[in-house]
Nanobody
Framework: QVRLVESGGGSVQAGGSLRLSCQLS????????RGWFRQAPGKEREAVAM????????RYHDSVDGRFTISQVNSENKIHLEMNSLEPEDTGVYFC??????????????????WGQGTQVTVSS
């Protein structure tokens, strides 16, 4: 079965950095996007950063573009999210996700096929 396991969340002060990692196992779609969604308290889940496994094409939410970097190690079936210059508005639960095959770089939660269990990121001012 498919499993997505996140690690690396935590608490940090504004301006700090965190690195999230996700280990994908049992997942065989080599053309499906994968990446990160987040959910802040009282808000809908939103796409943060997505990447294609081949070619490394990426898409970022406007609010994190230039501060966050998504990367992958295809041989290890891992993805990472480097988060710099963190802001209190970045607080939330971060989910590793994979997109449905024909959905492209997924930006809508309806087109997510698999979700990880989530990892908490808390940024204090």
């Amino acid at each position: 079965q498919v499993r997505l396991v996140e690690s690396g969340g935590g608490s940090v002060q504004a301006g700090g950095s965190l690195r999230l990692s996700c280990q994908l196992s049992g997942y065989t779609c080599n053309s499906c996007s994968r990446g990160w969604f987040r959910q802040a308290p009282g808000k809908e889940r939103e796409a943060v950063a997505m990447i294609y496994p081949g070619g490394g094409i990426t898409r970022y939410h406007d609010s994190v573009d230039g501060r966050f970097t998504i990367s992958q190690v295809n041989s290890e079936n891992k993805i990472h999210l480097e988060m710099n210059s963190l802001e209190p508005e970045d607080t939330g639960v971060y989910f590793c996700v994979t997109g449905k095959g024909a959905a492209g770089l997924v930006t809508d939660a309806r087109f997510v096929e698999y979700w990880g269990q989530g990892t908490q990121v808390t940024v204090s001012s």
